[in-house]
């Protein structure tokens, strides 16, 4: 058996960024994807383009459009329309390609990635964790990196993220064409969707279009939305493919290592309980794991223990008022349609968010001390 320093489950965002630094730091590292190399995510692509300060190279292969506006709805009319602030702060990938060009720069750093190679198995083995496929080829290595998305079941396993998992039921199709949609523009649509909202997002020369809910167990009626906010947008919305998938949100600060594991991305639940951005924070806690891993091995650190606390105080706690927000919001949302997204400093505080320029804890102290003047 061939042992590695680490073995990372999932060539997505999350994996292929720890993949890449991991590597960079002169380290053995094996990648494990159960997919073949080009199909579909189901995702909008909508990333802050802040994101670039974390790689030494250019993330824009990916990018097919920059964001400069953003439209909200209120069922199809009553629009707000936000300028983004700063030259590019929000991109839109193509998610495919942002993948592949992550896992290429980790190949070139001389990571190894075995695909498709479906892990089935995962264990302790004294010092050593063990993985294996359906075809019984195991591999084992010092460490390893869970990164293999909202369907893992190893972090209930192995005890890492939140005990009880939230989920968003999402609804996602890729059109050709661009519709009516306008050059720069990104639309959400809030009212048609009961407990969330849709979104449009426009690609080179096609649009990702994609409903999400975020409250309760009920997914959307995604035909019937679809058929009332595809002809808005300029589209038929007879014979369109849709994909439904559970996307795991925040639920709460819950450990996310143990010894000589991490989990990363959408298996450690970061992605955002009120927009799900999953971007972000799946290349936020891929670098940071990275980076934690590099200090254990050169033995900084004695356990993982920092990564936990990182990812606490850069995304989770952000996260939390994200969390409360959104209960509130998708409770009520005409109410906060009115009063959140049409206040005139509101769309240009969400575009901050978008751009990664903003959190959500920062938007909860403005309100609080606006409720604090407002009762003096
Ligand atoms: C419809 C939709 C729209 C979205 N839109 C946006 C958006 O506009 N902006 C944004 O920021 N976020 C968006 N998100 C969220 C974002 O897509 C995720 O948060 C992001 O993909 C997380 O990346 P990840 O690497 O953690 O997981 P993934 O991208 O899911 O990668 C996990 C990888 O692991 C592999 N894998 C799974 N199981 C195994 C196994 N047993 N063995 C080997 N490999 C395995 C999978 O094939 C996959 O390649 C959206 C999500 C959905 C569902």
Known sequence: ???????????????????????????????????????????????ASSVQEWFPFDLKPAVEEIIKKVEFNWCLSDPVIAELPGTSPFWIVRREILDE????????????????????????????????????????????????????????????????????????????????????????????????????????DEVNIGIGTFLGNQAADSKKILNQFLPNLGFDPNEVNHHDSLLRVWNGHHSLHGQGI???GDAAS??????????????????????????????????????????????GESMAWGRNISQVFYRFPKVGYQLGIKRPTAPQRIAQILSGQMSYRDIAQRVIKRLLFANR
């Open 101 to 204: 060009l992550l896992i290429s720069k980790a190949l070139e750093e001389g990571a190894e990635l075995l695909r498709p190679f479906r892990v089935e198995t995962l264990q302790k083995s004294d010092s050593h964790w063990q993985v294996s496929n359906c075809e019984g080829i195991q591999l084992e290595a010092t460490a390893v990196v869970i990164a293999d998305g909202s369907n893992s079941p190893w972090p209930q396993i192995f005890h890492l993220g939140p005990r009880s998992q939230h989920h968003a039921h999402t609804t996602s199709v890729r059109l050709k064409g661009r519709g009516n949609l306008k050059e720069g523009t990104a639309r959400f649509e809030f009212g048609l969707v009961n407990h969330g909202f849709a979104w449009a997002f426009p690609l080179k």
């Open 262 to 264: 991490l989990v990363v």
């Open 1 to 47: 058996m061939n042992n590695k320093d680490v073995l990372i489950i999932g060539a997505g965002a999350a994996g292929a960024a720890a993949a890449f630094h991991l590597a960079k730091a002169g380290h053995k590292v094996t990648i494990l994807e159960q997919k073949e190399q080009g199909l579909i995510k189901p995702c909008g692509g909508g990333m």
């Open 270 to 315: 970061l992605c955002d309980p009120f927009l799900a951005e999953g971007l972000r924070p799946a290349l936020m806690s891929g670098c940071e794991a990275a980076q934690c891993l590099n200090s254990w091995f050169k033995e900084d650190i004695e356990n993982l223990s920092s990564y936990t606390k990182i990812m606490k105080k850069r995304w």
